[in-house]
């Protein structure tokens, strides 16, 4: 079983729609889970971090994070052509830092 | 500017070579990452030294050595490089949370070493 797991993309969506990214993961003693944004070609760059069950809000983005179902997902809301990345979702395991990435999620926005 | 630096951006070389990557972060964290993402873009971690002390040695070949001399570098260096060594390099750093956590261990990211062995 991988640790993180992400659906297959890539995920298609009209400018202005909504763009939902899941992710899974096995370690139910996971305590903190990030989404990471990477442009083709560039460093993968913070979006957001979640560590409590329920919704976190940041301007267009929420993460969604149920630790019952060992699930996090991200919306991107009014999706934008500069939301055309890979979104990685990571997962701290461990007591030592130690973050395991799923394989990302490739987003292209339609204008 | 604050930021977590790498050298060089782009490293060509032949098999068998040796070289070396550089990592700088003044960023003022503890905690210091090596990452490797190879053609199918997934990203794994390789090392991680928190003040200067190796915590986190995953299943890579013994021809890749990290060093760290203070809490604001680590450099990797990479012996009889092969050709599947080819892949984009990341450094990254982090404040270290233990089991705790709620954000402040979040890993920042270096710009990539892009390496192809020839």
């Known amino acids: 079983q991988k640790e993180v797991e992400q659906n297959s993309g890539p995920l298609s969506v009209p400018e202005g729609a909504i763009a939902s990214l899941n992710c899974t993961y096995s370690d139910r003693g996971s305590q903190s889970f990030f989404w990471y944004r990477q442009y083709s070609g560039k460093s993968p760059e913070l979006i957001m971090f979640i560590y409590s069950n329920g919704d976190k809000e940041d301007g267009r983005f929420t993460a969604q994070l149920n630790k019952a179902s060992q699930y996090v997902s991200l919306l991107i809301r009014d999706s934008q052509p500069s939301d055309s990345a890979t979104y990685l979702c990571a997962v701290r395991i461990g007591g030592n830092n130690r973050l395991a990435f799923g394989k990302g999620n490739q987003v292209v926005v339609i204008p | ?118």
């Open chain 2, 1 to 118: 500017d604050t930021a977590v630096s790498q050298t060089p951006k782009y490293l060509v070389t032949q098999m068998g070579n040796d070289k070396s990557i550089k990592c700088e972060q003044n960023l003022g964290h503890d905690t210091m990452y090596w990452y490797k993402q190879d053609s199918k873009k997934f990203l794994k971690i390789m090392f991680s030294y928190n003040n200067k002390e190796l915590i986190i040695n995953e299943t890579v070949p013994n021809r890749f050595s990290p060093k760290s001399p203070d809490k604001a570098h680590l450099n990797l260096h990479i012996n009889s490089l092969e050709l599947g060594d080819s892949a984009v390099y990341f450094c990254a750093s982090s404040h270290f949370a233990g089991t705790s956590g709620m954000g402040q261990e979040t890993q920042y990211f270096g710009p990539g070493t892009r390496l192809l062995v020839l």
